[in-house]
């Protein structure tokens, strides 16, 4: 399923298949006089699991706010399904719609039922017609176990619940790419592992998913490679059973002494 492919030349066109999925080379990104990621470079193949662990402030949220373009990094170049999302020619609302994201705090419009907030991008963006609109939306509400709280406003439902419907909601725009900022790091622990349980299925079916978390289990368990990030670098990557069990950096070890 993984293709990998080497360094893409810059006459590569747009969306090309067979590229990695996410490749990030070189990047820096400084806010003022305070450098937060220091050349980053790594890929996400098509259909893997990254999962990005690390310390807070280390530059995690960072990164992925410059792989949908929310940051504009100060160097380096980022693509995402072929396409160089960092081309300062490049159509950033296109280039975005091939990303779905799901962050910390969900964001759902309190006013719209869970079935409005998974069918109002795809109509304003995708330009979908309603009927299209709600099917998709009740499909992807069905995909995170919520088929009977189509009808339910935000304010009815629980933390877990709601980070599934924004889980939809990024879902029905049919993204190349998903990205999680600790999706589950605002849930009471009993909901943990609904929200959890949905990025897993995901995985199985395939989805290309980049994940900031703190869940080593989860880590352990469904990425296919795990990143360590410091001080805006990647200090270590490989396998789960490498990096959680035998980490090879001494920063890497303190941080999972912390967190295990
Ligand atoms: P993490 O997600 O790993 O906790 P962040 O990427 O949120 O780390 O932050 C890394 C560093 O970048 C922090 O020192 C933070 O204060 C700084 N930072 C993040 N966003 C901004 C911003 N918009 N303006 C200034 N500094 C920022
Ligand atoms: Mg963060």
């Known amino acids: 399923m993984s293709a990998r492919k080497g360094p893409g030349g810059p006459a590569e066109p747009a969306g090309d298949a067979g590229a ?3 490749e ?3 990047l820096r990104k400084s806010f003022g006089d305070n450098e937060v990621l220091s050349g980053i470079d790594f890929h996400v193949d098509a259909g893997e699991v990254v999962c990005v662990i690390g310390p807070s402030g280390s530059g995690k949220s960072t990164l992925l ?5 929310l940051e504009e990094p100060s160097a380096g170049t980022v693509r995402v399904a072929g396409a160089e999302v960092t081309d300062p020619d490049i159509d950033i609302d296109a280039a975005r719609r091939r990303i779905g994201m799901v962050f910390q705090s969900f964001n759902l419009f309190p006013h719209l039922t869970a079935l409005g907030n998974v069918t109002i991008a795809q ?3 995708l330009k979908r017609d309603r009927a299209e609109a709600e099917r998709v939306a009740r499909a992807n509400l069905e995909r995170v176990g919520l088929a009977d709280k189509v009808a339910e406003y935000p304010g009815r439902l629980s ?3 709601q980070q599934r419907v924004a889980i939809a909601r990024a879902l029905a725009m049919d993204p190349r790419v998903m990205l999680f900022d600790e999706p589950t790091s605002a849930l009471d622990p009993e909901l943990v592992g609904d929200v959890l349980g949905v990025m897993r299925e995901l995985a199985e079916d395939g989805m290309t998913m980049l994940v900031v978390t703190h869940e080593m289990s989860f880590a352990r368990e469904v990425a ?3 990143v360590f990030m410091d001080g805006g670098v990647v200090v270590e990557e490989g396998p789960p059973s490498r990096v959680l069990d035998d980490p090879e950096h001494e920063r890497t070890r ?3 002494a912390r967190v295990l």
């Open 20 to 22: 990695a999925a996410i």
């Open 224 to 226: 296919d490679r795990v």
């Open 123 to 125: 109509r304003k963006v």
């Open 159 to 161: 933390g877990g619940q």
């Open 254 to 256: 303190t941080f999972l």
């Open 24 to 26: 990030i080379r070189g």
């Open 65 to 69: 706010r410059c792989v949908n373009l």
